[in-house]
């Protein structure tokens, strides 16, 4: 399955894109994205450990399940006054 990530703010710049693409093989939950991901896209490494999933525009967590045609977006640490 092949899962398009959409990216904001650091994350975004740091891929130089708007979303990512993704397959999935076996397990289909958050934390397999976020292995798949570091591996696939190595500039968003640093940020994953502190980033959070959005699915379908829900926060979840990394035993959420995905399933085909879901919106997933990686959701970077805020700050700010």
């Not at 959409?6 to 740091?14: K, N």
């Not at 640093?46 to 959701?75: H, W």
């Amino acid at each position: 399955m092949i899962v398009q990530v959409l990216l904001f703010g650091p994350e975004r710049t740091a891929v130089g894109a708007s979303s990512v693409d993704v397959v999935l093989d076996g397990a289909r939950t958050c934390a397999a994205l976020r292995q798949r991901l570091a591996s696939q896209a190595p500039a968003l490494a640093p940020s994953l450990r502190s980033a959070r999933f959005a699915v379908n525009s829900r926060f979840a967590d990394d035993s959420s399940e995905i399933s085909p045609g879901d919106e997933v977006a990686l959701i970077g640490m805020v700050s700010g006054g």
